[in-house]
């Protein structure tokens, strides 16, 4: 059973930058597929960014070319840059791991909530304007 833990949410002015840790539990992080999703107040939950373990990345329209998925696999961590805010942006970010057990790599990027097998408990992210 794979555990995350993130951090590194709070508050910002819109136009600023805040970068989100995840940390993940278990011996072959290198393999694992992780994303990050969020979820705004009244609304369900979105994919933001994944990225696979052949460091492939996607993201979704609305944070294209302002937020960046990195991962480095020495400290089974994922980060999301996230720069330019918009008030828009202010929601919960959870991160997600997908991973198997046996042979599998999750070499692609995977956007699909179901997809995923291990979340986070999640991080405020609160951008006034």
């Known amino acids: 059973q794979v555990q995350l833990v993130e951090s590194g949410g709070g508050l910002v002015q819109a136009g600023g930058s805040v970068r989100l840790s995840c940390v993940a539990s278990?011996?072959?992080?290198?393999?694992?597929?992780m994303g990050w999703f969020r979820q705004a107040p009244g609304n369900e939950r979105e994919f933001v960014s994944g990225i696979g373990s052949g460091l492939s990345t996607y993201y979704s329209g609305t944070v294209k070319g302002r937020f960046t998925i990195s991962r480095d696999n020495a400290k089974n961590t994922v980060y999301l840059q996230m720069n330019s805010l918009k008030p828009e942006d202010t929601a919960v970010y959870y991160c997600?791991?997908?991973?198997?057990?046996?042979?599998?790599?999750?070499?692609?990027?995977?956007?699909?909530?179901?997809?995923?097998?291990?979340w986070g408990q999640g991080t405020q992210v609160t951008v006034s304007s």
């Open positions: 278990g011996r072959t992080f290198s393999t694992y597929a």
């Open positions: 997600a791991a997908r991973y198997s057990s046996g042979r599998y790599s999750a070499i692609l990027p995977v956007a699909p909530q179901y997809e995923y097998n291990a």
